[in-house]
């Protein structure tokens, strides 16, 4: 048994999941809005927006 693997893999889960479900500064109209939508696509709620980025971060 691995011993320490399980436990990483999870906290990079955490990490990634919290990156996805965080808002982005919207680089058209400057509001926190950007959700991801799916995989490297990324939706302004403000201006409607969107914007080919990270698949699981944003990057303007
Ligand atoms: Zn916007």
Redesign the pocket.
């Known amino acids: 048994m691995v011993v320490g693997y399980g436990k990483r893999l999870r906290e990079t889960v955490a990490l990634v999941k919290s990156k996805t479900s965080k808002s982005y500064m919207?680089?058209?109209?400057?509001?926190k809005?950007?959700r991801r939508t799916a995989v490297g696509v990324w939706l302004?709620?403000?201006?409607?927006?969107k914007f080919a980025s990270g698949a699981y971060e944003f990057r303007s």
Not at 26 to 31: G, L
Not at 44 to 49: D, V
Request: charged share 30%; net charge positive; with cysteine.
């Open positions: 919207c680089p058209s109209c400057s509001r809005s950007v302004c709620k403000k201006c409607g927006r």
